[in-house]
C-alpha cells in the first residue's frame, strides 16, 4: 500500500512591470533604457517602446515584487514613467 504525499505549494506574487508614454523622451533613449533594464534584445524593446506610444501603457515584464520594485526604478533613473501594479 502506498502512501501520497501531498505538496503544498506556495506562490509568490507576481507584479506587472508597466512602461507609460511621456512624449519625452526619444525612441532612441526608451529602447536603449529598456534594453539596459532588461537586457531585452532590440526587437522587442522596440515593440515595447511602440505600444506604449499607442496604447499609452506597455507590459515590460511580470516577476516578483522586489524585481518589479527595482526595475522600476531604474526606469525612472533613465527619466521614464513605470509603475507596477499585481498581476
Do not use: G, W
Request: aromatic share 4%; glycine share 0%.
Amino acid at each position: 500500500m502506498s502512501t501520497l504525499l501531498e505538496r503544498s505549494v506556495t506562490r509568490i506574487p507576481l507584479y506587472k512591470v508597466l512602461l507609460h508614454n511621456d512624449d519625452i523622451n526619444t525612441t532612441e533613449h526608451v529602447v536603449t533604457a529598456l534594453a539596459r533594464v532588461f537586457h531585452f534584445d532590440l526587437t522587442v524593446c522596440e515593440r515595447i517602446m511602440i505600444e506604449a506610444h499607442t496604447n499609452r501603457v506597455a507590459l515590460c515584464a511580470v516577476e516578483p515584487l522586489e524585481l518589479a520594485e527595482l526595475h522600476r526604478d531604474q526606469l525612472s533613473s533613465f527619466s521614464l514613467v513605470a509603475t507596477i501594479e499585481p498581476e
